[in-house]
């Protein structure tokens, strides 16, 4: 079983993301053979001009969307922490989308059951990841992040420190 | 049916009826979509000498072919046609986001918008369901709060929305509709018609895929076009952006300071697209499908405009900037943001504070006349109460509200000869008198003084032609870059790609045909690129326009550039325009009264609007 230190997500960076929405438009053509946001497994937000972020399935530990089905339909790969549909099973009910923090996981407009990145199984790798222009996008681990975190704010801190010599 | 949506709405605003008819594909074909198509849908919906601002003048909204897909920048245009109230021709403002895709999904080429609301009201599009809902509460407020209630009214935050301000409501001749908060349909008054309708809003949500005809050749164009926006034909718009041309025009002298009065800026540098990028740009954004982006959003880090948030272009920089005498980019800032709270075209809101500058210069305007403000070149605190009264329609700035055209004949003494505009329409950032290319199209343009309907500044900036010289040749020059930015804003595609089309037409020709399934080749667009502009020549022909308003600004024709430099006392003389337009005006297959042949207009395949012309053909 995959631990979640090694669980791989899409991940965007908020000072790279303009919200060109192309992950959009890539993903549902991928996934559906029309461009439409509505059918994209990620979406995203611009809160303002300035903060612009693509959001999607983080892979969580214990995954509160799997907790939350009353029917069983969804659960969570051991092999790669994907959250894997049972599509059969799936009444639409939402349950799910209440319980997920992040509106990663959606409701389909046509089929009414609910979709949600699985990071492009069945093209080896996703493709929001390759089509975004500003490589903003990245397939990461939460130690990954962690990492990149620790090493922008302590150059942060040395730039302050030389500005202030 | 693949590109087009197949279907256009009709709103009666008045009663609220809507119907929808089958997109005329034979309009499609020869008008491609955008302001080409917009146009020819407004001409069968209008009568002639439609007052602009009455309910006989429909507003239409037009979206292109290429709209709701992933090709670069080409997802996210739309275009808003109507009689102008600025110019009283025809005319069309484009505006880019993701309102032109959302548009698209909901199932739409076009929108037709006739007559007027008993009330305030806002149009809700939801696919198929299409309503006028209630906009009492949406009165006085900014385009961007109009968005930010509507969203939440609506419970959908990702319902796209077109609003107009309270410029707009007050039927400021300047004022426009924006969507997402800084993208304007900007120029020649259109959020003044849309205003006169009682419409304050368009809100749309679109839900249908968008499919390509050959999903897989349009995939592989795709991804040949992804490498060219990050190329060296889009670098300026992805770092300095178009902010970067205040020291390129600066150090050529075609850069309009004071109103005018000079060709250069002595204060130039603090004001650069250098200094702005190194001290106010906080983020470049994208709009929907761009590949590229190119949208500088400044934020004033400090002093007395501290937090100030908004979109910095060249020609709204130069307008409230130089064109006024202000080095202070702060406060340009400022403006930018005020003209945005409004709604007015940030272009022609800093000339007219120019106009006034100049008028108050010279005595014509007195510092009583303007409610107190010592309007000197250079004061920024009257450019931002000048545009405060001008965005409420308060004191001075009710008059100057209409355009400085309007406003220099009320003001009288004088006043007229300050106003540099064409057809009504307030000038941009190219010194005509020195950009003689540029001023045959500027001169021709059928929305009046714009450098956006067809480019031809380029030539002339870029040494392919001696500038100060007028001759023969600048004819097919600007009439080959006018077809071509005609289709730019038909497809619609964004003006700042146009580079990436590095085999031009056949390139879009080759794009419209994978994501339409239309055969056609570059030749034929070419066509549809004159048929355009001939359609815009028919209408305004109609509206009483002619050669006599294929004119320039009065200082451009009678005041040489006085600045010491390496174009000091070029002008443009009637007699050089004369040739130039004579030029123009045979490259187009017109009398060298400016009217389209019979014969030309059978080569385009418009023998139907023969009537308009009919009579007043002979050269």
């Given at each position: 079983m995959v631990k979640i230190h090694e669980r791989k997500f899409v991940s965007a960076d908020p000072e790279k993301?303009?919200?060109?929405q192309i992950c959009e438009y890539i993903c549902s053509w991928t996934k559906e053979k029309g461009f439409n946001p509505l059918k994209s497994r990620i979406r995203v937000v611009r809160?303002?001009?300035l903060a612009n972020m693509a959001v999607t399935c983080?892979?969580?530990?214990?995954p509160p969307c799997v907790a939350a089905c009353p029917r069983d339909a969804l659960k969570q790969s051991d092999e790669t922490g994907t959250i894997i549909l049972d599509s059969d099973k799936?009444?639409?009910?939402g349950w799910c989308i209440e319980a997920c923090d992040y509106g990663a996981i959606m409701l389909h407009p046509e089929t009414k059951v609910v979709h949600v990145c699985d990071l492009c199984k069945d093209e080896g790798e996703p493709q929001c990841i390759k089509w975004c222009p500003e490589e903003a996008l990245t397939l990461v681990t939460s130690d990954v992040l962690a990492q990149k975190a620790r090493i922008t704010a302590v150059k942060k801190l040395f730039q302050e420190a030389r500005k202030k010599k | 049916m693949h590109g087009y949506a197949g279907k256009v709405l009709y709103v009666e605003l008045n009663t609220g009826k809507t119907r929808i008819e089958p997109l005329n594909m034979d309009y499609a074909k020869k008008y491609v979509g955008g302001i080409g198509l917009g146009m020819r849908l407004w001409l069968d919906n209008s009568k002639a000498?439609?007052?602009?601002?009455?309910?006989?003048?429909p507003l239409v909204l037009a979206i292109g072919p290429?709209?709701?897909?992933?090709?670069p920048t080409a997802g996210n245009g739309h275009a808003f046609v109507a009689k102008s109230p600025a110019t009283l021709g025809i005319s069309e403002a484009v505006a880019h986001g993701t309102f032109g895709s959302e548009m698209k999904r909901a199932g739409y080429d076009a929108v037709i918008l006739k007559g007027k609301a008993e009330k305030p009201v806002y149009l809700w599009i939801d696919d198929d369901s299409v309503q006028l809902l209630d906009a009492a509460h949406l009165l006085g407020k900014s385009p961007s709060e109009t968005e930010d209630v509507i969203k939440e009214d609506l419970e959908d935050y990702y319902v796209r929305v077109a609003a107009i301000g309270l410029a707009g409501e007050k039927l400021s001749r300047i004022a426009c509709i924006i969507n997402e908060k800084t993208r304007a349909a900007g120029r020649t008054g259109l959020g003044a018609v849309m205003g006169s309708k009682n419409l304050k809003a368009i809100a749309v949500r679109g839900t249908h895929d968008i499919v390509p005809a050959k999903p897989d050749e349009f995939m592989d164009m795709v991804i040949e076009f992804h490498e060219r926006m990050k190329g060296p034909a889009t670098r300026k718009y992805r770092t300095?952006?178009?902010?970067?041309n205040v020291l390129v025009h600066n150090s050529l002298y075609c850069m309009p300071t004071r109103n005018y009065n000079n060709?250069?800026?002595?204060?130039?540098e603090k004001v650069s697209g250098e200094i702005l990028n190194e001290r106010f740009v906080a983020k470049i954004i994208g709009c929907s499908s761009c590949a590229m982006r190119c949208e500088h959003e400044v934020v004033v880090?400090?002093?007395?405009?501290?937090?100030t948030m908004t979109r910095m272009e060249y020609e709204t920089l130069w307008a409230m900037g130089p064109y006024c005498g202000i080095d202070r980019l702060d406060a340009i800032i400022k403006g930018m943001e005020l003209a945005n709270y409004y709604g007015m075209d940030a272009i022609s809101a800093g000339v007219i504070v120019g106009f006034a500058m100049d008028c108050y210069e010279n005595g014509i305007l007195s510092k009583k006349d303007l409610?107190?403000?010592?309007?000197?070149?250079?004061?920024s605190e009257a450019l931002l109460q000048l545009l405060e009264k001008m965005g409420k329609r308060e004191g001075i700035g009710d008059i100057l509200a209409d355009g400085v055209r309007s406003a220099g004949e009320k003001i009288g003494k004088g006043a007229e000869k300050l106003a540099q505009h064409i057809k009504g329409l307030e000038v941009t950032g190219y010194d005509l008198r020195c950009l003689k290319t540029a001023a045959l199209g500027f001169a021709v343009s059928f929305r009046g003084?714009?450098?956006?309907?067809?480019?031809?500044?380029a030539f002339d900036v870029k040494g392919k032609?001696?500038?100060l010289k007028a001759e023969k040749g600048r004819g097919n020059m600007v009439r080959d870059m006018e077809n071509l930015y005609a289709l730019i804003d038909s497809f619609i595609v964004c003006k700042f790609s146009r580079?990436?089309?590095?085999?031009?037409l056949s390139d879009m020709a080759k794009l419209f045909t994978l994501v339409t399934g239309i055969e056609i080749t570059s030749k034929e667009l070419d066509k549809s690129g004159a048929r355009i502009i001939t359609l815009a020549r028919l209408i305004n022909i109609r509206e009483g326009l002619g050669r006599k308003d294929d004119t320039l600004p009065w200082k451009v024709m009678?005041?040489?550039?006085?600045?010491?430099?390496?174009?000091?006392?070029a002008v443009v003389k009637q007699k050089e325009l004369d040739l130039l337009l004579d030029d123009y005006y045979v490259s187009r297959g017109w009398?060298?009264?400016g009217v389209p042949t019979k014969t030309t207009l059978k080569e385009l395949g418009?023998?139907?609007?023969?009537k308009i012309v009919r009579g007043k053909q002979e050269a």
């Open positions: 993301c303009v919200g060109c809160v303002n001009q983080r892979r969580c530990e214990d799936c009444n639409g009910c | 000498g439609v007052d602009p601002l009455s309910p006989e003048n290429i709209s709701g897909t992933i090709f300095l952006g178009t902010a970067e060709s250069h800026f002595e204060e130039a880090p400090e002093g007395p405009y501290k937090g409610g107190g403000i010592e309007a000197n070149f250079g004061n003084a714009d450098h956006n309907r067809h480019g031809a500044y032609v001696d500038r580079g990436t089309y590095y085999k031009g009678n005041v040489p550039i006085p600045d010491e430099g390496p174009v000091q006392g009398t060298l009264k418009m023998e139907g609007l023969l």
